[in-house]
């Protein structure tokens, strides 16, 4: 083994033990879906209920609480002060002895409440002058908040404050707490999901041969019933159960959410069926037998059959919706362009985007040589070409003369128009946002207008980010799935390593000692989400560094602020290996494919999602050489960086990596769906409930078949206007 036995590195590992994997402090799948970006100025409340997609009365009947607040007991003042500090809230009463406005350290209304068992110092940085009076002495409060040992005895910052006469009742009921946002008050949401509840009747939208068939395990309740639980819980119920989301009721809505989910999944699959696709069928003559023939290597068994599923759907008459999904460096490109040769047989154009520039512009690179030899004209499109040159590809493109066409989003922009497309192929499809995925579809919907106007293209998505099968059945459920499970023979497994910081110097040895042996290197730039500038600056200086220390070297510099031109000539020289080290941001996170390269060194990996970090790992291990990976890291680590640290060193394995991220992050955020926002299922949780989604695909195929009717009234009441957000 090649440079094993002198190196430290590979004997000593810096990981920090590892703890036991449980900690879930990350665990944002169940979040509330209540804090929207930066909202825009709304100008009413109306306006500010619609920025919560509370539009409509069964909207707000649909807008369930968060948690509660248990409001029905109090506490004397004594107690209350013995559990100060840890966090609790507490209720308590009692009577104003005093109320000043200070001035020092600034403005504040000081006011002190006192019981028989003791005194609470409350405080108020903002106050109206009205409270002021509101809390004069002799008032009788109410007040709830936590509790904090301050400075002056034990005090309540900003608590809910309410006079009250002695004696005044408790609420009996636990108290509910909507997602809100800014402008939006508790008092004002409750009133309003109140208002809405007792004019919206909100009848049985599942057929009793349904609830009773295959729903009769789940014994549901009838939804009315749950919504006037959750809204407004008796004072018996669980609160353990109401605020985990396990109860019952809990259960019934969650139900009925995915089962929305499904019919409308199932309804645009169906209506992706009816649809015309123009029929492809394999030419034993064609291009592509030419090009499997020209091929330096032969398929794997994996993508053989995958090339054979694809094969099969673009030779019917209606349009494939395909995934293609297989690991980093599974050899995905080669199968698109297969898939790209039938169209073009068939006297079609293909389209190929993705989502980089430098990605598109490699497979522009590589399909060019493998096609142009063979007659195929081949265009690139993207954003940073000049405005004359773009004029140009966008005339060949329309003109029908290129017949294969790859690019970045630049094609989905409306200036381009194709003449005959047949086939878009979407490569690392999660990358793109929703609104994207949803432009190119109508792209290729329209885009057939000139040559056959009934007619919609193929498409064909591909992505190394595996779907977990719960993810699978659900946002996924109107795609075919392929898999590529099997890598290319030859390679070896990366080993990877985690390193403190601190022993750069060991790992800059390293890239020396790679390079020695004829072999190149990635050294990734730290991730910097809160300024591209300094990610920027990182960048150059690591670059700097890196030069002076390995002056024998050539290192180059990729980053996204780059002019294109030059992006693509240090990728050109990277890849010729005219270049040993390519110093990066995150730009090279996807698909680049350098087979040569066998090191990777990816500073502070903390800071790094496991996609991610398994994307850049993917660069090497592509050729035949042993390849390493060396997350360095800053200490201390979080727990969830630890885990997911740990997990790349544990696994290299894509699937096991999505499951274990899915885990950590929750399905939400996984998706990358955060722009589908609304799209997202708000009270079903993947993680917990994906028992519940095969009772909802045998319930939608039942409705969809036999109620008609009611899978209307229950897509209304769930989806409103929203549907089309799931077909992306
Ligand atoms: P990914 O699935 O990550 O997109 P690529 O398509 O970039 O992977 O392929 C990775 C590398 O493997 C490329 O260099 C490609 O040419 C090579 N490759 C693909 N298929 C085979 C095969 N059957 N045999 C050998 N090498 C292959
Ligand atoms: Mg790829």
Redesign the pocket.
Known sequence: MPGTATDSLDRRDDSEPSEPSGSNDTSLGRAPKGKPAAPAKPSSAVARLAKLGLRRPVDLVLHLPMRYEDETALETIGEAIRRAGMGLAAQVEGEVISNEVTFRPRRQLVVKIADDTGELTLRFLNFYGSQTKQMAEGVRLRVRGEVRGGFFGAEMVHPQVRPVVPGEALPDRLTPVYPATAGISQAYLRKAIGGAMSRTPMPETLPQAVLQGPLAQLKLAPLADCLRLLHNPPPQESEAALADRSHPAWQRIKFDELLAQQISLRRSQAARREKNAPSMPRRADGLLTRFLAALP????GA?QRVVEEIAADMTRPHPMHRLLQ?D???????VAALAACQAIDAGYQAALMAPTEILAEQHFRKLSAWLEPLGVPVVWLAGSLKAKEKREAAARVESGEAQLVIGTHALIQDTVRFARLGLSVVDEQHRFGVAQRLALRGKAGEAETKAAPDKVPHQLMMS?TPIPRTLAMTYYADLDVSVIDEL??GRTPIVTRLVNDARRDEVIERVHHAAAEGRQAYWVCPLIEESEALQLQTAVETYETLVAALPDLRVGLVHGRLPPAEKAAVMGDFSANRLQVLVATTVIEV?V?V?NASLMVIEHAERFGLAQLHQLR?RVG?GSAESVCLLMYQAPLSPTARERLATMRETTDGFEIARRDLQIRGPGEFLGARQSGEAMLRFADLNTDAWLVDYAQEAAELMLARFPEAVEAHLLRWLGGREHFLKA
């Open positions: 290597f032969r398929l794997t993508q297989g980093v460096g599974s050899g995905k490109t080669i190394a290319p023979p698909g494919d087979p993917g592509r």
